[in-house]
């Protein structure tokens, strides 16, 4: 995904003079391409995030389309005042890139660990919230944010992920979730870099004759509103995917749209991440084997559910 | 650049200068009265530099309030509305009338500046440390966009003790923003406590010019030495500049000068009256 940003970013600012690039000292390299290409565009902003977030607001509030970038935690809980008061408040487009969503750093520690960013950000009166789930959804995101006007927070996960799409996404559009599988049996709503989970989920349960419905469910906010109220209408289970917390991401964002609109789900699940910081070393893999988020743990909570009816 | 109209003409009136420092004191205290709001020690010690920038050196028309090319002035300490406020009125961005809406159910005049609402408000402020990133960023956008303009960020001292606001000094001076000034209220006084023995700020100019900036000491009281070096910025030292501005919390009032209870105190209607006399209103 984030090699996906950095090239779409390049393009972008090629084709658009209003595209600035905000780093928090990270990306070595990363952004080489563009700052070959628009210098006086590029800035290294430091490891000073509250700062570079009021700057990329002045910038957004004088007509320029910030893009500001670095590692989750510190891009979003650090300076989320910044984001709040600077951005949110004065209405100000600035995209907000964070790399490293949910556990992707899981070997960095729970310092780089960002299961509550969502919980965060959706909160934020004017924030749009895209967690995409392949290097496609990264490009398009990012191409639809810098054509509109609000905050944006889009929540990378690292590099190198499976991609899911066959290709562009030309019918991207925010706030629109993306069905991937049809089925019958079972809906799976993933947002973010869980994607290529639910995937391999799908898969297994199709294994044991079960129809799953996939969906790319980019957008937590605002969310999509008819996608919900099919999928709860036709399906006997619907789960959402995510890696951030129960507590306040995609998942809760889903419970409250169900109690808000009156809808009584037959069965709704919530994978997602605990209560609790993660301590352990290990990669990813690792990380969310131990939480029970890998594919072949979700389809078998699916399948147990289905069973119990 | 024709619609950019500077309030006077490039001398330095400084004797209407203080006159209108003191009409737009004897503003704040009526408002502080009327709506019995905080801050009027922390209003009144920043006058004489809002009077120098609305007065004399920010190129702004207020028939257009949103001109690219305008001079910015973010008030960074945002608990010093009032001083904003009534500026502003006087200076035609919005009727003076509505000044008494100020902190009413309803209005535009909250007790901090509002995002988007009110004419010749660049910046919600109220939360400290937040000017002075956001100044650089229209600095940058200037740049970016060869739009020339400057920017004034009025910080409280009590301000500095915020971390963003040393980040964006480092930032500016890596950037070269010459075209940034701050000026930094020193009145020796925070919401509680003299700022001093609260965290350590003196040398307080030296840490300016320690993290990059032309920093010099200034009279916050004079108000045609703080126009003239105000209307200099940028000032052909290639640095972001910093003024500190050696100010009398509540000054202007003898009553009031130099006494904190005025952080949160607001006037009687007797304390008014003798306010406006000092001030030479009566």
Redesign the interface.
Known sequence: MRNAFADELTKLGDEDSRV?MLSGDIGNRLFDKFKAKHS??F?N??V?E???????????????R?VAYTITPFITTRCL??IR??VC???APVTIVAVGAGLAYAGLGPTHHACEDIAFLRSLPNMVVICPGDSFEVRAALRASLQQDNPVYIRLGKKGEPVVHKGPLADFAIGKAITIARGGDVCLLSTGNMLPEAVDAAHELAKQGISTELVSFHTVKPLDQCCLADVFARFPLVVTIEEHSRIGGFGAAVAEWLVDTGFTPRRFIRFGTPDAFFKQSGEQEFAREALGLSAHQIAATITTALRQG | MNAIIRASSNRIDAAALERQAALLRGKIIEMSHAAQAAHLASSLSCADIVSAAYWHVLNIDPREPKHPLRDRFILSKGHAAAALYAALAMRGFFPVEELDTYCADGGRLAEHPPANLLPGVEAATGSLGHGLPLGCGMALSGRIKGESFRIFALLSDGENNEGSVWEAAMFAAAQRLENVCVVVDYNKWQATARSNETLMLAPLADKWTAFGWDAREIDGHDVGALAEAMQRVPNGSGKPVALIAHTVKGKGVSFMEDDNNWHYRAPTSEEVVKARKELGLA
């Not at chain 1, 509250?50 to 320029?64: D, R, S, T």
């Open positions: 600035v006086a565009r800035f902003c430091g000073a509250a700062n570079m977030m009021g700057v990329a607001a002045g910038m957004a509030m004088n007509g320029l910030p005042e910044q008061t600077d408040y004065h209405e």
